[in-house]
């Protein structure tokens, strides 16, 4: 994996590469919960220096998805019910404060990139195969980043970046095999226009029931299965 050249083309650090294809590997469930990250190994697989690597596990640790072990080493982050109620609580407050700033300070751009975003979703079917899945993903993040991007606020939308991606973690570990919920497109759709008519109480009450509505059945799913939890014992 030649990480130097993909930071080169990307313009990032080598560190910051580092960092979001692991945090992507976490996210997706590559590395499963509780998985011992061995530094000798992932500099191997990286082809990095011990420097690099350790400022990538520092940022991933401070974000909330690898854990630091005194004189262990690091490892993936567990996962349990209270985190995810933590987590889901955490994105709908961010999340709405930040829909409120972009509704009251959108522009004319803003609103077309709403709109664009919302229809290459919309375009796309969601299914078991891994290329329809990685497509949706990432039209579903980016609709929800260019919701808020118009907040002008760079650390709220830090902030709410890390936070979608911890939610997506659980959604992805435990939603993945369960039937695509219809009702998710169609909360898309309502959250986009209400924003559109910059009516900020609709737009945010529906966004919130969305993310407490996902959060709550990956809470079902937790307490059916409990295999994830103990790959993180």
Not at 71 to 91: C, F, I, M, W
Not at 94 to 121: H, M, T
Request: hydrophobic letters at 40%.
């Amino acid at each position: 994996m030649d990480l130097l050249q993909t930071a080169e083309q990307s313009g990032q650090t080598l560190s910051t590469t580092i960092a979001n294809t692991l945090r992507a590997a976490i996210s997706n469930g590559e590395l499963a919960p509780g998985c011992k990250l061995r530094l000798d190994e992932l500099r191997v697989t990286f082809g990095v220096s011990l420097s690099p690597l350790r400022e990538a596990l520092s940022r991933l640790s401070a974000e909330g998805f690898v854990v630091m072990e005194d004189q262990r080493g690091y490892r993936v982050a567990p996962v349990s019910e209270q985190n995810l109620v933590e987590v889901t609580k955490l994105r709908g407050m961010v999340e709405c404060f930040a829909l409120r700033e972009a509704i009251a300070r959108g522009d004319d751009k803003w609103e077309g990139d709403v709109v664009a975003s919302l229809y290459r979703l919309n375009k796309l079917e969601r299914t078991d195969a891994p290329a329809d899945q990685v497509a949706w993903e990432g039209a579903h993040r980016d609709l929800h980043y260019r919701l808020i991007s118009a907040c002008n606020m760079p650390l709220l939308l830090t902030f709410s970046a890390t936070l979608h991606d911890l939610n997506d973690r659980y959604r992805r570990l435990f939603l993945t095999s369960r039937p695509f919920d219809k009702t998710v497109r169609r909360e898309h759709t309502d959250i986009a226009n209400a924003a559109l008519e910059r009516n900020a109480d609709l737009a945010c009450g529906i966004l919130a029931e969305h993310i407490e509505r996902t959060g709550t059945n990956i809470r079902k799913a937790i307490l059916k299965s409990d295999a994830p939890l103990k790959q993180a014992a």
